[in-house]
């Protein structure tokens, strides 16, 4: 503590000499300061010389200049001197570091990632908006070229007569839907076009004539008497811009912005006429895309020749609704002479809380609230949590800071001598807070180095105590391989740790009858090791009372559900292989699937087969076992001689490597497949070779356990007696 006080007053007394030092030392005995005070008396000259009348040489000039320079140069020496002076001053307490530290880390970045996700969703919403108006006004257009191609063709089935009747009546029925729709039927006089007789009406308008017939208002622009040289045989669609004169109030008039143009011609080898149809982008129609998207078009902003035009009035974004914001989407209109493309600026007003309500509303409702709206008061509840989180850790982060002392200082001491290992030293720290208990602790950890060493040796015990029941528990699985006529089996158990709760075993049944088990207990570690030994009795006993593989687990599974921790559960398989009737019945409650290489077949390829039956896990405290015994299914396969069957745990298939991939199942099978010709514990070394290769440096992350079952020689199965009793025997692993 001694030394921590004379290094806090050893950084501290550079500032008190500066303070005794004072301003005068700072400009007089510094180069710096000199500078300051050359330079502000050269000024002082400078400016008492221009005042008597003088001083409008070149030579003042450079005086002054360079008196202004030594000026910055010196105040610029002495603001970084300062900074440097607040920096040490206010960063030396460990406290600040912490509270500016948080500030940078915590706080700023919250607020920016709030910025950053705000700004986010205004472009998106803009993008959107502009994409939905982009969309409506390529729907309008659509609409006007159906309308134009419907007029053409009612024009065409009339022979021309009553073009003028036919234009008025379609021009009527659009203006229920488009105020302001305007028609207007041109002759077309064009190599791809040409004219033919008859196909108006006779009295035909000859070239270069005025057009054929007009209907509608045409108050924006006027009618078309031809169509431009640019407009091809395919008609056109596209939008077009227009403005009124401005009247001496600087209104428009309400004229639109907008309005999109369509030709179309009658379904003929050569046209003699063509149909134009005009709708207006009005007030209407911009009122219809608000209700319908949530988007005002307030205005357009058309570049011709370079220099912008504002056509029609700017809206004053009455009922823009909850969240308004402005916004704009680029556009491209045709220029009707030229048909070039030219830009557009439409100038939108979005109403955010409309545009969400529109998209949420598609997606049904939950009570009174549609599905949107639940999930954005959730967003807003989350918010408003997050803010409420932050503020909190803001206040935590400085009552924390605030708590830190000096105290740092003697733990790091502390550690120091532990470190070089004198367990006898004691800190102290009288702050009765958590530093205070850390040293506490600290103080404790060192008085309890005996203790550790203490418990280190009861560890050793216990290791040995489960190297012990290591040995027990592989005591109860079937030592070595099993020798019996007609049967070749081998099988390994390889817990990942001490003991596991993987089981396997088998045991004759009598007439040549065979049983056999693979199980898996979920879990690992002694609690999976004493379910296993609980298991292996029970399936003892009911191996003598059932002969059919679905009634033992059946049963097993009743008495097991009763006594085993609903966190548990077990997996198994079990066969009954009859060497006399060349049959193997087998049902599988939940393990991994069984593994069948038919044997040799006229030299056709053989192949591996996965075998998987339907099949609940044992243990599962459900319906009183009802759904187990539904799901269970029991199937027998005929055994041929050079038949391999595999039954193996999932720690097997799933043994992993550093980049955590699996062994898998496929690699197994292609294992089988090609060393199904050694003999099975030869084949088993191979498997457990190609797996131990596959993992490498990893740790075993599971219980690996295998049954390796040959059918040989079943003809001296079959010349035995029927009541003679099969020869069992197990050599030595």
């Known amino acids: 503590m001694a030394r921590y006080r004379l290094e806090y007053s ?63 140069a010196g105040g610029g020496y002495f603001l970084l001197r300062g900074l440097a002076h607040v920096k040490r001053r206010v960063l030396w307490r460990v406290r600040r570091k912490l509270i500016i530290s948080y500030i940078f880390i915590g706080f700023i970045p919250a607020i920016l990632i709030a910025a950053f996700f705000l700004l986010g969703g205004l472009l998106l919403f803009s993008n959107f908006s502009s994409y939905l108006v982009q969309t409506r006004l390529r729907a309008l257009a659509d609409r006007a070229e159906a309308i134009a191609s419907t007029t053409a063709l009612e024009i065409q089935r009339a022979d021309g007569r009553d073009v003028a009747g036919i234009v008025a009546q379609r021009e009527s029925a659009a203006a ?43 108050a924006h622009l006027e009618p078309p008497a031809s169509l431009p040289p640019w407009v091809g045989c395919g008609g056109f669609k596209g939008l077009l811009v227009y403005g009124q004169p401005v009247d001496a109030s600087g209104r428009t008039g309400g004229g639109t912005q907008l309005l999109v143009r369509a ?62 914001m402005s916004s704009l989407s680029l556009l491209e209109y045709t220029d009707w002479p030229t048909g070039s493309s030219e830009p557009a600026v439409a100038f939108m007003q979005l109403s955010i809380g409309e545009i969400y309500a529109k998209i949420s509303a598609a997606q049904g409702a939950i009570g009174d609230r549609s599905f949107g709206q639940g999930l954005l008061l959730v967003l ?42 004198d367990f006898t030293h004691k800190i102290d720290i009288p702050a009765r807070d958590q530093l205070g208990e850390l ?28 190297r ?40 004759p049944l009598g007439g040549h009858r065979l049983g056999v088990l693979i199980a898996d207990v979920s879990g690992k570690g002694t609690s999976a090791a004493l379910y296993m030994a609980e298991l292996k009795g029970l399936v003892l006993s009911l191996s003598e009372i059932h002969t059919s593989p679905r009634d033992l687990l059946i049963s097993a599974n009743r008495i097991i559900a009763a006594n085993l921790d609903a966190r548990s559960f077990i997996t198994m398989t079990y066969a009954v292989i009859d060497l006399k009737a060349r049959s193997m019945t087998y049902a599988r409650a939940g393990h991994t699937p069984l593994m069948y290489l038919p044997g040799p077949s006229g030299g056709a390829p053989r192949s591996v087969r996965v075998l998987a039956p339907d099949g609940l896990v044992l243990g599962l405290k459900i319906d009183d076992g009802e759904m187990f015994e539904r799901l269970l299914r029991e199937e027998t396969i005929p055994l041929r ?19 955590d991939d699996c062994f898998g199942e496929q690699r197994l099978g292609r294992l089988i497949e090609e060393y199904a010709d050694l003999p099975s514990d030869l084949l088993r070394d191979r498997v457990l070779g190609e797996i131990a290769s596959f993992v490498g440096d990893a740790p075993q992350h599971d219980d690996m356990t295998m049954i390796l079952l040959k059918i040989e020689d079943l003809g001296a199965v079959a010349a035995l007696a029927e009541d003679e009793p099969a020869e069992v025997a197990r050599r030595g692993a």
């Open 439 to 466: 040293a506490e602790s600290f103080n404790s950890m060192t008085a309890s180095i005996e203790d550790l060493l203490r418990q280190a040796a009861e560890k050793r015990r216990l290791e040995e105590e489960l």
């Open 380 to 421: 807003v509840v989350i918010g408003v949590l997050f803010l409420i989180i932050e503020a909190l850790a803001l206040l935590a982060g400085l009552a924390l800071a605030k708590s830190i002392t000096g105290s740092v200082h003697a733990l790091f001491a502390g550690t120091e001598r532990l470190r070089q290992g």
């Open 468 to 507: 012990i029941a290591r040995e027990i528990q592989m005591s109860l699985l079937p030592q070595g391989p099993l020798v019996m006529p007609g049967l070749s089996m081998n099988a390994i158990c390889v817990p990942a740790r001490e003991v596991g709760g993987d089981y396997y075993d088998f045991f």
């Open 641 to 659: 001689e050079g038949d391999v069957y595999l039954f193996f745990t999932d720690g097997i298939s799933e043994a992993m490597n550093a980049g």
């Open 176 to 218: 229920r839907e488009f105020r302001g729709a305007s028609f207007a039927v041109v002759p077309l006089h064009r190599p791809c076009a040409a004219a033919s007789p008859g196909a108006i009406a006779a009295g035909q308008d000859p070239p270069g004539s005025a057009r054929i017939a007009i209907a509608g208002p045409w």
């Open 263 to 324: 030709v179309a011609y009658p379904e003929s080898a050569s046209p003699a006429y063509a149909v134009v149809v005009d709708l207006l982008v009005n007030a209407e129609v911009r009122r219809a895309f608000r209700e319908e998207t949530g988007v005002e078009l307030t205005s357009v902003s058309a570049v011709s020749a370079g220099a912008p035009v504002l056509i029609g009035p700017a809206g004053d974004g009455a009922g823009a609704g909850a969240l308004a």
């Open 10 to 72: 050893a950084a501290r007394r550079p500032a008190a000499a500066d303070r005794r030092l004072g301003m005068r030392h700072a400009l007089v005995e510094t180069l710096p300061g000199r500078a300051i005070v050359a330079g502000l008396a050269v000024r002082l000259a400078v400016l008492l010389l221009r005042s008597a009348g003088g001083g409008t040489g070149l030579l003042v000039g450079v005086l002054d200049t360079t008196a202004s320079i030594a000026i910055a």
